[in-house]
């Protein structure tokens, strides 16, 4: 892991260049993204079908092959073991509670001239949900993603999921079923994406697509946008630690660890004015990589875009946070709530030696699809709000519009749009 220093004359070059992401500028990609979804829109299920035997080695014989039933569902929750039924619906009620809170009613009120004026909160009619897979599974993407739908009264949540092989996690499937999935589909990459946004003769066409997943789903998505709403474009897994120096070194080099497993291009970032502390921290890497089942993944990760930073002090590493807007920051110091308020970007922010990132990207209850490469400066985690829609109510008086009446002629014909004006003339009493 390479160590920087703040104080270097060339450090923010350094910065920059260690922490860029372009993946998105791939050509290549961007034309088999296009041509996948150009093809799953001409063709429908047959395209389906041709795509997942070929990047999923799994043969379809027929496209309601690519649904995975409700009762097969309900086998996989009942066949799971024990503990593991019981964190995920511990899970799924601390994830319920807190997007309770995040709940937006209508609202309304009557202004001096006895207008009406408010807004009108609905939710969508559908969304689909992309849950990853490959080089691991994750029923908690289940959760994060159709929990909040739910909550906000989404009528139909279709998921599609890869299943290389035919292979798919059970806890995925449990965790479908628990969290009122209402349909759930074999189909992964860029061809999921398309059926969603599109739809097919088997696959619904939805309102919004979320989740997170591989270049070629993030491409799709942003290809298809417009078409659908997305939540956002998720780049690679990031963390960023600000450290005092009082926190066990061992706990910190796991916490990069549990962010540096998920590939080789996530990046992890530890900051800290402490020298010596840095030194701790990276004897602790050393001594606990080699017990980790990702070795491989976590040294390419960490080696490849991780760095520990040391920083004048602490408000310097909250600057340097706030620059990189990171996925995941853990606030870990003695006060935590001193530092908060100079924190201006961040996707979920992890207070105190204590609360491990890990905590949120499975049971504390806040979600965990959370912005990356940056996007914390104008994206928000995935919640409750993404799955509504807010629609404007305006209702005039005929008192109340002899005087927005005058406004709206005035100001449309000095934008020279006659039709507007006379529209609103027509309702004004002689």
């Not at 690519?66 to 009762?71: A, I, K, N, T």
């Not at 309304?108 to 599974?137: F, M, R």
């Not at 070629?216 to 956002?232: E, L, S």
């Not at 201006?344 to 105190?352: E, S, V, Y």
């Amino acid at each position: 892991m390479r160590r920087l220093d703040s104080r270097q004359a060339d450090f923010q070059g350094l910065l920059d260049r260690l922490t860029a992401w372009d993946e998105e500028l791939d050509h290549s990609v961007n034309e088999t993204v296009r041509q996948v979804l150009a093809d799953v829109s001409a063709r429908g299920d047959a395209a389906l079908l041709e795509y997942t035997a070929r990047f999923d080695q799994l043969e379809l014989a027929a496209a309601a092959d690519m649904e995975v039933s409700q009762e097969r569902l309900q086998q996989a929750l009942e066949a799971i073991d024990p503990g593991s039924r019981e964190a995920l619906e511990s899970a799924a009620g601390r994830i319920r509670e807190y997007h309770q809170h995040q709940v937006q009613d209508s609202w309304q009120y009557h202004d001096e001239g006895g207008n009406l004026l408010g807004q009108k909160v609905t939710p969508l009619c559908s969304a689909g949900i992309y849950v990853p897979g490959g080089k691991a599974s994750y029923p908690s993407s289940v959760l994060m993603n159709a929990i909040p739908a739910k909550v906000a009264g989404v009528e139909q949540i279709i998921m599609t999921v890869p299943a290389p092989g035919g292979e798919i996690n059970e806890l995925v499937l449990a965790a479908a079923a628990i969290a009122g999935v209402d349909r759930v589909f074999t189909l992964g990459g860029a061809q999921a994406v398309a059926a969603l946004a599109y739809g097919t003769q088997s696959v619904p066409r939805v309102d919004k697509i979320v989740g997170p997943g591989n270049i070629y789903v993030a491409t799709a998505k942003r290809m298809v946008f417009g078409r659908v709403g997305i939540d956002m474009i998720a780049g690679p897994s990031e963390i960023l630690v600000i450290c005092d120096g009082s926190t066990n070194p061992d706990w910190v080099a796991m916490d990069l660890f549990s962010q540096a497993e998920h590939d080789e291009n996530a990046q992890a970032i530890l900051l800290c004015p402490d020298p010596d502390y840095l030194d701790r921290v990276a004897q602790s890497i050393a001594k606990l990589l080699p017990e980790m089942e990702r070795e491989d993944i976590i040294r390419a990760s960490l080696q490849g875009r991780g760095a520990m930073i040391q920083t004048r002090d602490l408000d310097e590493a909250v600057a340097i946070s706030n620059q990189l807007a990171p996925e995941h920051l853990e606030l870990s110091v003695q006060d935590p709530e001193a530092l908060l308020p100079q924190v201006r970007h961040a996707g979920a922010i992890f207070m105190g030696p204590y609360t491990s990132e890990s905590l949120g990207d499975y049971c504390a209850g806040p979600n965990h699809v959370l912005p990356t490469s940056r996007s914390a400066r104008f994206f928000s985690p995935l919640g409750v709000y993404d799955f509504q829609k807010r629609s404007s109510l305006i209702m005039c008086s005929a008192s109340g519009v002899q005087e927005l009446g005058r406004l709206a002629s005035v100001l449309a014909r000095g934008e020279s749009l006659t039709a507007h004006a006379r529209s609103a003339e027509y309702r004004l009493e002689e």
